[in-house]
């Protein structure tokens, strides 16, 4: 929005008007505007919350201050919510497909995790929304996601030109005023399924060489088992976000630092010069997406304020569901996918934690009778609680590992 007006005020010559032709300006502007909602408007939906007694449901799990939050304010993912989209349509360009793809992500998974919540708060249903209609919902904007990125003439990857003898094509560049000479490799913007594989030399990998029988024919076929990779990457870290969220500030404080090294991946990815340097790959107009994730930071630090133990207010649905599929379509969209295994390893190690936990317990009951299990609890979280050890070294530890992982996967762009 901010753009568009700037094409009506860049004539009347007002100073400093021209930054917000500027990622990096507006980026900035972004996540201050974020924090300032979190933290200027958090307080009173907190307080609305707390007078229409919408409170958690609490289930005795044995687990130490677990009763004392009951009554604790939830739906708080409102709050990230709106502190993210609302920055978003203020400093990004709403005409690209990439923030337009995001902000979908956001308002859909939003919606779904908030009927959870309603379900649960206001319907007294203690099991929400059904399982099935979830994921429903998530393979929806998995097809969504998959057929734009890969039908969309807008989605398209800077790849250099091949001469006949197989080596890469280059010209000779004269810049007109110094009248030097400069070579450089011939590039032309193509449509692709390729994505980002780190530690390896070569590391690119293209989905349509899991159908080496689709012929120039095959397109239904490549773009099924594109849009099957997108749905499962989305669901998984969706749900596995959800599953973090069972401590203050855990999945809030996660979802941070994966916001800042997606952040810095979608920098680099969309910018010329850094992406050369670096030999990744150049996905043009994908630095836009660098204010969307701006505002995200902004949102989870901001709503970290209030959710940091003992926390005021929880997310929810409305907001776990959503941190989860945000952090897995950008990764798609700048095609580091492959990556978040690592970079989401909290997620990951949740996720299994539950997985390995559930299917022990079956197996074992089904071949002795009786069920056994791996973890004193799942997810991994509460089984360091039952363990003695109190919630925030629990929390502050995950964090320090989350930082670990977010670093090696910044090092993973020159580890090759």
């Avoid at 097809?143 to 006949?164: H, K």
């Avoid at 899991?210 to 749900?239: C, E, H, M």
């Avoid at 995200?296 to 929880?314: D, E, K, M, R």
């Avoid at 299994?352 to 317990?361: E, H, K, P, R």
């Amino acid at each position: 929005m901010i753009h568009l007006l700037y094409e009506w005020l860049k004539y009347l010559d007002i100073p400093g008007i021209g930054m917000v032709q500027y990622i990096s300006f507006r980026s900035a502007a972004a996540i201050i505007t974020s924090l300032f909602i979190t933290m200027g408007f958090g307080r009173k939906l907190i307080n609305f919350l707390h007078k229409k007694q919408i409170g958690e449901e609490v289930r005795d799990l044995g687990l130490e201050g677990q009763i004392q939050k009951k009554g604790t304010p939830t739906m708080g993912g409102l709050i990230i919510l709106a502190s993210i989209i609302i920055p978003t349509l203020l400093f990004a360009k709403l005409d690209n497909i990439y923030i337009l793809l995001m902000l979908i992500t956001t308002i859909w998974l939003g919606l779904i995790g908030f009927t959870d919540d309603y379900i649960k708060v206001f319907l007294k249903d203690k099991e929400g929304l059904a399982g099935k209609f979830k994921i429903l919902g998530q393979i929806s904007l998995g097809v969504i996601v998959a057929s734009t990125l890969y039908f969309s003439e807008e989605v398209v990857v800077r790849e250099r030109v091949l001469n006949e003898s197989g080596d890469f094509k280059k010209e000779i560049v004269i810049d007109v005023e110094s009248g030097l000479q400069d070579v450089q490799f011939v590039t032309k913007d193509v449509k692709s399924t390729r994505t980002t594989i780190p530690f390896i030399k070569n590391h690119e990998f293209d989905y349509a060489w899991l159908v080496p029988f689709a012929d120039q024919t095959g397109k239904f076929w490549r773009w099924l088992v594109y849009a099957l990779a997108i749905i499962l990457i989305i669901t998984a870290v969706s749900n596995a976000a959800n599953l973090t969220d069972g401590i203050d500030g855990l999945a809030t404080g996660t979802s941070a630092i994966s916001g800042v090294t997606l952040g810095i991946l979608a920098y680099v990815s969309g910018n010329v010069i850094y992406s050369d340097y670096l030999n990744i790959m150049y996905i043009p107009n994908i630095g836009e997406l660098t204010i969307f994730i701006a505002a995200f930071i902004g949102a989870t630090v901001g709503f970290l304020w209030y959710n940091s133990y003992p926390a005021q207010v929880f997310m929810g649905d409305t907001g776990s569901l959503a941190l989860g599929g945000i952090l897995a379509v950008f990764a798609v969209i700048i095609r580091k996918e492959i990556l978040i295994p690592l970079l989401c390893g909290i997620f990951l190690v949740e996720n299994l934690s539950v997985i390995i936990q559930v299917a022990y317990f079956k197996y074992t009951k089904r071949k002795y009778g009786e069920g056994h299990r791996v973890f004193l609890m799942s997810p991994i979280h509460h089984h360091y609680q039952k363990k003695g050890i109190p919630e925030a070294k629990i929390v502050t530890r995950f964090w320090i590992v989350g930082i670990i992982l977010a670093v090696l996967t910044i090092v993973t762009l020159k580890m090759r």
